[in-house]
């Protein structure tokens, strides 16, 4: 059985927090991060990476998210190639023309 990435990212919390903990835990920070990240790569220029460590609030595990913007011709993307969850790795889908990423935004 192939899990989402947000199921990935809920049973890596499990290692830190009881599953209900956990599944509530990745239903309220995982939004949080991923827009506090999408304004920052907003803001960034085309190409920059840009990597970012969050802590979880009772500072149990550290969430590390890395991504930039990119543009081919006409179109431009916000996308973020890697989500760890204590140095563990999220494994994204492939999208086509962009490898195995998170697209957080596109035109």
Do not use: C
């Not at 920070?29 to 220029?45: E, H, T, V, W, Y």
């Not at 913007?69 to 140095?87: C, E, H, I, P, T």
């Amino acid at each position: 059985m192939i899990l989402s990435w947000q199921k990935q990212f809920t049973l890596l919390l499990t290692k830190y927090y009881a599953p209900a903990e956990a599944a509530r835990a990745s239903s309220v920070l995982l939004p949080a991060i991923l827009n506090d990240f999408r304004k920052m790569l907003s803001a960034a220029p085309v190409g920059k990476v840009l990597t970012e460590s969050y802590n979880t609030e009772d500072g149990k595990t550290v969430i590390k998210v890395k991504g930039k913007k990119m543009k081919s011709g006409r179109a431009s993307a916000l996308v973020v190639s890697d989500l760890l969850v204590a140095d563990v790795p999220v494994q994204f889908d492939s999208v086509p023309g962009f490898g195995r990423v998170l697209i957080l935004e596109g035109s």
